[in-house]
């Protein structure tokens, strides 16, 4: 390992994965992990304000009660584009393929992932199938919401096959990326990085890998099925041909369900990262985060039935399905008590990514409170299909899922990039999300409680005030994230020199160089203790000898 | 890495290959001859028994789990288990459907073959 | 690790040893093929829930498949993952010859395999015997019997698409081993191409019971 060439003063490390090879050859042929991991950075982060600008002009019709500003057949595909992209083109490859793919190989003192030229594949399958979706919604685009529910998805006029193969290369992708994870951890560990010293962003990616192999597949063949169904009129799940569209459901949700833990065990395991970086402590309850993480992905696939309980399943299956989901709040409990046991007594530091940290402990303990109702039958079946489900999942995808891709994104910027964001622009860029979220959802409780359904182009005129301030709450969210992007450019170029260590972490991605050099790690690191052993005197006496860092 | 030095310098026979490789054609008889018989339910797990026990016998000892490390062992038996949750839960909800609800078809005599 | 002289032509620069890497690409593969049994394991389900509702029609409309196509079949895909694994012994063995013509008979087996499905499938045309709404058998004309098969058709004509990539690995591998470039003491393509084309027999295993042998 090399320390910085001048400790105490930060350098920008030459030559890192970013420049030591500069033709477009260089990054689109790249078998470095880091370089696929920008590259995804750059594709999720394009589906992320498309899905976003589409959910502001659905956002904007609603200001109004009747017909306004988009057709209703405009509003019904705008809602499935902003649903596919955000959920398979933004949500399900952010946390895993970017920060996954950037980190994981090095946290566990691997010089790659197990097979790179996969990886590459990975991207490209997600690039390929992006562009089919996209070029499919815009042609003759879907109008069946993302979830595709048959008999409607199979007999619509408008053209939903590219959007099925599209989502099919996608998940490809996403099983592509699971297998990589899974090898890369088993075999490509350096010495001494035993099971129980993996970082728990390691093991939450882990467990996201288990999920994304097994359960992908599934929504693979399901939507090829739909697909086949649509373009030559087998009636698979047609129950005007005898067939059954719950077992649509069935098989549609024994992906989508789990399909939220893809979304937020990778985002959990960045919270433990940052929480013990900045309260300065050690992992409180390690093992229990660790194991936590395979059990959710593990209960995650007993619960699926929940989104069929209005829906022709048996009332038995509802009853086991109910019972089963309740499950999830356990584990995810056990997370959320011993988050708060690290920051306990602890030396905290209100930064931007542990701002976002508070921002998802509080979302996602509403957001899972509001879940564990609805997993219960009889609450279910009237607040089914209303702006409370759609409030309910924003607050796990968005509020959970987000904030932790977004305290990711702040706390590894320095280790990316090089150098540091404005610390005041990200606060500030923080109270607005956060403000801009509450603002746009909450009053999308109150309207799903009110009677609400979701999806729907016209409404009673008394739900317009609760609808005019969740459309504000919307502008305020988007201005946050213009403004996120706005600075973050800005830093690339000017932002401040980071050097190796800027949070003085433990975590053991930042023993190397900032950015990255291309090889990693210069030889193969050896590994004595767990990640952000902050009590440990050899852990603060290597950060001071190789890395210059004068804090305690 | 993990015991896989061990494994990885040790072949098996040809004797073992030949063995399985002629159980694999006596269970196929087996299944085979079981669809001439009368044993309603019972066939169905009996044929799904000796189909499990044939794949087993193919994973164990032409894909080499036999002699492979522990994780492979584990990735197989976790597929098993994540396929058998996805058909038990969905095949428990149309068993115990509420029966004026499902269409079913006709029940008729099922001729001997 | 840079520094680390690479004496081992096949092994890729992130790994330590051969040992090391043959272990990641099996475990890769069992982890690629656990995903692939998932993937078949939806249409089982779809098989299996439209069993549990149409209970008997599903078994008259089993009973027009030709179990004697079915059960060849069954015994030339067995046989198949027999001659494949022998074409892997003979390579550790060192004798490459002996190799090259299991591998190269597998293939065969793989074309015969096609050929009887071809045949059947021609059969079943013939008898009205169509998937989804061009269902039009004669004997047979009860709900439930086209949903039969309809998924007989999906799941032997993915199975059937499995079949044709299994053939275009074990091809590949062929040459490989041909050219010197998988040989005793590196068998990793072979081994990797042979757990695919178990992976088809295993399927193959459980569609037979399930298609040909309702009763
Ligand atoms: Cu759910």
Known sequence: ?552 | ?113 | MTEATHLEPHLAHHYQSLAQQTHAARLGMWVFLGSEALLFAALFTGLTVYRTLNGSVFALASQHLSVAFGTANTFVLITSSFTVVLSLHFLQAGRKGLSLFFLVFTIALACAFLTIKAFEWLHDFSEGIFPGPYYAQKELQLPGAAMFYTFYYLMTGLHGLHVVAGMGVLAWCTGLVARGDCHAGYETPLELGAMYWHLVDIIWIFLYPLLYLIT
Request: charged share 10%; net charge neutral; hydrophobic share 50%.
């Open chain 2, 1 to 113: 890495m993990e015991s896989s030095e061990l494994s990885y310098e040790h072949h098996p026979s040809l004797v073992r290959y030949v063995i399985v490789w002629l159980a694999l054609l006596v269970l196929t008889t087996l299944t085979w001859r079981l669809a001439y018989g009368d044993h309603g339910t019972a066939g169905l797990v009996i044929g799904m028994l000796i189909a499990t026990t044939k794949a087993t016998l193919v994973a164990l000892f032409f894909m080499h789990l036999w002699d492979q490390s522990g994780v492979n062992r584990l990735v197989f038996v976790v597929a098993l288990v994540y396929a058998g949750i996805l058909m038990g839960l969905t095949v428990t909800d149309v068993a115990t459907r509420f029966t004026p609800a499902v269409a079913r078809g006709p029940t008729l005599p099922v001729p001997k073959r």
């Open chain 1, 1 to 552: 390992m090399r320390p910085s060439s001048e400790p105490n003063s930060p350098v920008y490390h030459q030559p890192n994965y970013l420049g030591h090879e500069t033709s477009v050859r260089s990054w689109l042929l790249t078998h470095d992990h880091k370089r696929i991991a920008i590259m995804f950075l750059g594709g999720v982060l394009t589906a992320f304000f498309a899905g976003g600008v589409f959910a502001l002009v659905l956002r904007i019709k609603l200001l109004v009660p009747g017909k306004f500003f988009i057709s209703a057949l405009a509003y019904n595909r705008l809602f499935t584009l902003h649903g596919v992209t955000m959920v398979f083109l933004f949500l399900v490859p952010a946390v895993p393929s970017v920060f996954g793919n950037f980190f994981l190989p090095i946290m566990i003192g691997a010089q790659d992932v197990a097979f790179p030229r996969l990886n590459l594949l990975s991207f490209y399958l997600y690039v390929t199938g992006a562009a089919i979706a996209l070029f499919g919604m815009i042609w003759n685009g879907a109008d069946t919401g993302w979830t595709f529910y048959t008999p409607y998805s199979t007999t619509t006029p408008t053209d939903i096959v590219p959007v099925l193969l599209g989502v099919f290369l996608v998940g490809f992708s996403s099983i592509v990326t699971g297998v990589n994870f899974i090898v890369t951890v088993h075999t490509l560990r350096a010495p001494g990085m035993t099971w129980m010293r993996l970082p728990l962003f390691v093991w939450g990616s882990y467990a996201t890998a288990v999920v994304q192999v097994v359960a992908t597949p599934v929504l693979g063949m399901t939507v090829l099925l739909v697909a086949v169904e649509h373009a030559f009129d087998f009636g698979i799940f047609d129950p005007a041909r005898g067939g059954d569209p719950v077992l649509f459901e069935h098989l549609f949700w024994f992906y989508s369900h789990p399909a939220v833990y893809i979304m937020i065990l990778p985002a959990m395991g960045v919270i433990s990262e940052v929480v013990a970086c900045f309260s300065r402590k050690n992992p409180f309850g390690y093992e229990a985060i660790a194991f936590s993480s395979l059990g959710i992905g593990f209960v995650g696939f007993l619960t699926w039935g929940h989104h069929l309980f209005v829906s022709g399943q048996s009332t038995f299956d509802a009853g086991v399905f109910g019972v089963l989901s309740m499950l999830v709040a356990v584990f995810s409990a056990i997370k959320v008590f011993n988050w708060v046991g690290i920051m306990y007594k602890g030396s905290v530091s209100f930064k931007t990514p542990l701002a976002y940290v508070f921002g998802f402990l509080f979302l996602f303990v509403f957001g899972g409170m509001t879940g564990v109702a609805l997993a219960t039958v009889l609450l279910d079946v009237p607040w089914h299909d209303t702006y409370f489900v759609v409030a309910h999942f924003h607050f796990i995808m968005v509020g959970a899922s987000l904030m932790g891709f977004l305290a990711a994104l702040h706390y590894w910027f320095p280790k990316m990039f090089g150098r540091m964001y404005p610390e005041r622009f990200g606060i500030a860029a923080f109270f607005l999300v956060f403000l801009g979220f509450l603002v746009t959802f909450i009053p999308q409780f109150l309207l799903g409680n009110a009677g609400m359904p979701r999806r729907y182009y016209e409404y009673p005129a008394h739900f317009q005030p609760l609808h005019v301030v969740s459309t504000v709450g919307s502008w305020l969210l988007g201005l946050g994230f213009l403004l996120i992007l706005a600075y973050l450019v800005w830093s690339l170029r000017w932002g401040e020199i980071a050097g190796p260590n800027p949070w003085g972490s433990e975590g053991f991605e930042w023993r190397t160089p900032s950015p990255v050099g291309p090889e990693n790690y210069d030889e193969t690191p050896v590994f004595t203790h767990r990640p952000h052993a902050y009590d440990l005197v050899e852990a603060a006496e290597y950060r001071r000898r190789e890395l210059g860092d004068e804090r305690d």
